[in-house]
Structures are given as C-alpha cells and as structure tokens.
C-alpha cells in the first residue's frame, strides 16, 4: 500500500541535541499525525494537526503542518534517553479515507 | 480512561492454523482498525470498523477478516496461516472514523511456524 516518505530512516545523536525529521508526499493531506513507537509496543500518538501552516508543541516536542500540505515536519528539542524509538507520521488525504503511515525514523541516542 | 487492549498479546501458531485476535477499544470510541506491522513492509492497514460495518479494507488476500460486535470491541481472523504472517497486529481505536486520531494498543505479536 502507499506509505508516506519519511526522512531521515534513522539517526544517531548525543543527549542533549535537537532532531528535525520530517515527512512527504505527493499528494495533499488534511491531517497529520505524529506517533512514537517504543520496542514491542503500540505506536503511542504525540500531536495532531489539522490546518496548514499549523504549529503544536507537546513539551519538547513540535510539529509543523506543511503550507503545501503536501509535508509535516517534527522537532524534539534537547533529546533524553527516553526519546529513543521510532517516529511515525500518518496522514489522511480527504473525507473517510485510512490513515497512511510513514516509513519511520529510528532514534538512537548514543552515550 | 483506560486505553486499547489487545488480547492475546503474544501467539504462536502453526501454517494452516487459523488465529483469533482481540481489541477492545477505549470507551466511547466507535471505530476500530487493524494494522499489520512487519520490519519490512511498515504498517499496512488492513481494514476499519465503525458501528459493526466494515468502511475501508486494506490490500490483503481473503485469509484476513474481522467484525465489530455491538459494544465496539473488534476481532480479527486469519484463516490458513502462512510463514509471511507472522508480525506484529496493532489495533487502533478514535472516536469517529478513521482520519479522527487514532489511539493503538500494544499489540499481538504472532508468530507462525
């Protein structure tokens, strides 16, 4: 099935750095949605975003609904050990329509 | 409140069995979907219930069915395993309908030998 494109795959990072990932894809979304996803666990959802050009922050974290609409973007400022595990973007284009999910992008803090 | 739950959280079957999964959405959602997340493949949708009646469905064979009983609890079937379904089957439940923000429980890892 479709997925959407997520950058980078994974990433490798000290305590303390800030992360930008993002996600993309050809076609326009109406909602993004943030996810994170911990080793042998449900993906547990972090933001949500319904209008373009939208800015949410949840704690050190921030998402940006893409003026294109077409893009999101996610921040993690001043990364801790518990930030580590994969991030998921979803999108839903219009209407009804299923949640497309992203690739992915793992998260490693190195010590 | 409490969260989705997914019962059994870990199976192992043998190809040619048929599994039953379980979710129970967090109260006062209606709609339940069912995804199927493997290393290679990511999460794949496999279909959404909303009030008992199926309103999308994924690309999956046949093998792959489900059904929402009155109390919005959901149950997944796989009828005839293969080796390729093992992985992890993650349900998901929002107030509405799919696009709404959708809320996973931990997971049924399955495993087919």
């Known amino acids: 099935g479709q997925q959407l494109n997520q950058s980078p795959q994974s990433m490798f990072i000290q305590e303390g750095e800030d992360v930008s990932m993002n996600c993309t894809s050809s076609s326009i979304f109406n909602t993004w949605l943030w996810y994170k996803q911990d080793p042998g666990e449900g993906p547990v959802l972090l933001i949500a975003l319904y209008k373009a050009g939208e800015l949410t922050s949840n704690g050190r974290l921030t998402a940006q609904f893409g003026i294109t609409r077409k893009d999101s973007f996610l921040n993690i400022s001043a990364s801790i050990p518990s930030d580590v595990g994969i991030y998921f973007c979803a999108g839903r284009r219009r209407g009804n329509e299923k949640l497309t999910f992203g690739t992915g992008t793992r998260l490693t803090i190195i010590p | ?113």
């Open chain 2, 1 to 113: 409140k409490a969260g989705v739950t997914q019962t059994p959280r870990y199976l192992i079957k043998t190809r040619g069995q048929q599994v039953t999964l379980s979710c129970s959405p967090i109260s006062g959602h209606r709609s339940v979907s069912w995804y199927q997340q493997t290393p290679g493949q990511g999460l794949q949708f496999l279909f959404e219930y909303f009030s008992e009646t199926q309103r999308n469905k994924g690309n999956f064979p046949g093998r792959f069915s489900g059904r929402q009983f009155s109390n919005s609890r959901s149950e997944m079937n796989v009828s005839t395993l293969e080796l390729g379904d093992s992985a992890l089957y993650l349900c998901a439940s929002s107030f509405g309908l799919a696009g709404d923000e959708q809320y996973f429980g931990p997971g049924t890892r399955l495993t087919v030998t």
